[in-house]
């Protein structure tokens, strides 16, 4: 599978504003968008650090994943994203290798990347995400 680098580490947070203070603030990072992605019940907010981005998450709905998230273990990591050539070929490669998937099908992510997601109990705790850049 054809994976070029790490698109984003994603962060759960409670509050957004909070936590973009600390990263423009402390770290000196540039907070550059902030887009809700509906499908996902969250509301993102990005930073660049090089080639990898970090991606703030906080929750929209009670009901969302990254609200059960921060209800079971507090803010923290929350998954980690590798950017792929071919997101399919990749999904497909992974369940082929035995590995659990969330996401059978590529869904919208922010930034316009079609997304994916594997099951954190074949990936050693972590929950990771394809992404791939649509054309
Ligand atoms: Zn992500």
Redesign the pocket.
């Known amino acids: 599978m054809e994976i070029s680098h790490i698109e984003?580490i994603?962060i759960a947070v409670k509050n957004l504003d909070t936590a973009i203070k600390y990263y423009e603030q402390v770290l000196g990072l540039q907070c550059y968008a902030i887009e809700e992605v509906t499908d996902q019940k969250v509301k993102t907010a990005f930073f660049k650090v090089g080639e990898t981005k970090i991606?703030l998450l906080e929750s929209t709905d009670p009901e969302s994943p990254i609200a059960k998230f921060i209800e079971k273990k507090g803010e923290g990591m929350h998954?980690l994203?590798f950017a792929t050539k071919d997101i399919n070929k990749s999904l497909k490669e992974a369940e082929d290798k035995g590995i659990k998937l969330i996401d059978k099908e590529p869904k919208s992510?922010a930034e316009g990347l079609d997304?994916a997601f594997l099951h954190p109990k074949s990936t050693f705790g972590v929950l990771t995400?394809f992404?791939e850049k649509k054309k």
């Open positions: 984003h994603g991606e998954h994203a992510g997304i995400e992404c």
